[in-house]
């Protein structure tokens, strides 16, 4: 009989090809998230023209249809069979199709009835949901799969993360410049926004497809695919909710996501309505003043990505979480105290954040694969696709969420759209108040939660370990008996 050191499987390290090309898949989410997250509501109620609470409803309403979605599409990709495995033919047939919902998201339709508008606007965001559904629930199902190691995955997320933060930079802070340029030109800002969802739709389409040619998935026993295939979807979503690490890993993820979604999305109007005194095409740094705080925080957050892989292996993820996050929501809470004009400010500021954006983007998701192997030991199933589909929705629900709350509040405070064509435009001090709030002490408080949340996350490394080991000795005895 083998001992448990000689049946756990020796450490094996993923070469950079494999990581490079995997963590590419991270551009196309991200650039499609980007553009969502900080420029679809502006772009709701400044270019469509709908009231903001309606446009929050209309959102809200689109992303239900992920509650079901997501799971399926997960359990379909757990339960698929085919040449090229389970997972990669989504991304072989619908990478151009998501590349396509780039553009369908940002139509603005001519109607002149706000429940037209309103009703249109849903039916849009669903249909590109869904294209992003049947890509990166498969894609993410990967994870656990190219690497079972607690270290590993972390790294394998950092590279994920260096080409998710590199594409929120390039798309925060082109797509106002590239809007600014079609303007100039004596074009609108609806033509503006198409030909920057255009472009970035394009570019999504190729790393899809260069993760299909390159990375290959783990070949499967005949016996596990028929004990996964056995069970209901029900009883499959049951047992999901019944992994305590996988509750307190969702729990983190919402309030981080959630956090991350409503401070990127209330940003704009925070720069311009209170920063910039209403001046539309305030600058700072020689770009709009949009493009230039993205920009320094996501540089920042870039550059820094690094030193929180290393700082989780020499202490733990959640432990390391908790540090980043903490420094955020004091940063949080000074840009609560930031005045009108003070540009400057608002741009060290920026940095601060930045370092804690670049922990809330790499350490939940290098979490959450480790909740699978719980799952495996208490089942005995692999269910990668049924746990990233409802990661997916999370996602998707957080930016649903943020979108309904924001556009909510500023609807509730008198917010007011600006008149087409205007340079300058001030908001009522209501709206004003509205908007800070959002971007200072609420955002901190869900930030504090989140580090609350990571404080009782029940899997640290050596338990993780420890359930690798038993995974391992179960194979053995299973492989065992087999031979006799």
């Known amino acids: 009989m083998s001992t448990i050191a000689q049946v756990l499987p020796k450490k094996k390290y993923l070469s950079l090809w494999t990581k490079l090309a995997f963590g590419s898949g991270d551009w196309s989410i991200s650039s499609f998230g980007t553009l969502r997250q900080i420029f679809y509501a502006i772009f709701l109620t400044d270019v469509v023209g709908l009231e903001p609470r309606l446009a929050s409803v209309a959102a809200l309403l689109g992303i239900l249809w992920d509650a079901v979605n997501d799971p399926l599409v997960g359990m379909l990709s757990d339960r698929l069979k085919t040449r090229w495995g389970r997972r990669r033919p989504f991304l072989l047939f619908f990478a151009i199709p998501y590349g396509l919902a780039f553009i369908i998201l940002w139509w603005a339709p001519p109607w002149h009835s706000q429940l037209a508008l309103a009703a249109t606007v849903m039916l849009a965001y669903m249909l590109s949901d869904t294209f992003q559904t049947l890509i990166f629930v498969p894609l993410y199902s990967l994870t656990p799969e190219i ?22 930079l390039v798309t925060a802070v082109a797509a106002p410049e590239i809007v600014k340029a079609v303007l100039a030109s004596g074009a609108t800002q609806q033509q503006g926004y198409m030909i920057v969802a255009a472009l970035f739709g394009g570019l999504a389409v190729i790393p899809i497809l260069l993760i299909f040619f390159v990375v290959r998935e783990r070949v499967r026993p005949e016996e596990e695919i028929r004990k996964e295939q ?134 939940p998701d290098s979490i959450f694969p480790d909740v699978i192997e719980w799952d495996e030991l208490r089942t005995g199933r692999r269910q990668e696709g049924i746990y990233y589909g409802i990661k997916n929705f999370i996602r998707k629900l957080t930016g649903a969420l943020a979108i309904f709350i924001a556009l909510q509040v500023l609807g509730w405070f008198g917010y007011q759209s600006p008149p087409e064509g205007a340079t300058q435009f001030m908001q009522p001090a209501s709206a004003l108040a509205a908007i800070r709030f959002l971007i200072g002490p609420f955002g901190a408080v869900l930030l504090f939660s989140a580090v609350l949340a990571a404080w009782f996350y029940p899997l640290t490394r050596e338990k993780h370990g420890r359930i690798r080991r038993l995974l391992a000795k179960r194979r053995e005895r299973q492989q065992e008996a087999i031979s006799d």
Do not use: C
């Not at 394998?156 to 929120?168: E, H, P, Q, W």
């Open 230 to 363: 056995s069970v209901s979807f029900r009883e499959t979503v049951r047992t999901a909710w019944a992994n305590i690490p996988f509750r307190f890993a969702t729990g983190i993820y919402i309030l981080n996501w959630t956090t991350f979604d409503l401070v990127a999305l209330v940003l704009p109007f925070y720069l311009t309505y209170w920063v910039a005194r209403g001046n539309l095409l305030q600058k700072a740094l020689g770009m709009r003043i949009e493009s230039s705080v993205l920009g320094l925080l996501l540089v920042t957050a870039v550059i820094v990505l690094p030193f929180w892989v290393w700082l989780s292996q020499r202490l733990s993820k959640h432990i390391a979480y908790i540090i980043g996050m903490s420094f955020w929501a004091v940063v949080q809470l000074l840009i609560f105290g930031v005045q009108p004009g003070q540009t400057t400010t608002i741009l060290i500021l920026a940095f601060l954040a930045g370092i804690s954006v670049s922990n809330a983007h790499v350490l």
């Open 147 to 168: 690497t079972p190691d607690y270290d590993e995955r972390t790294s394998l997320t950092g590279f994920r993360m260096f080409f998710n933060l590199l594409a929120s």
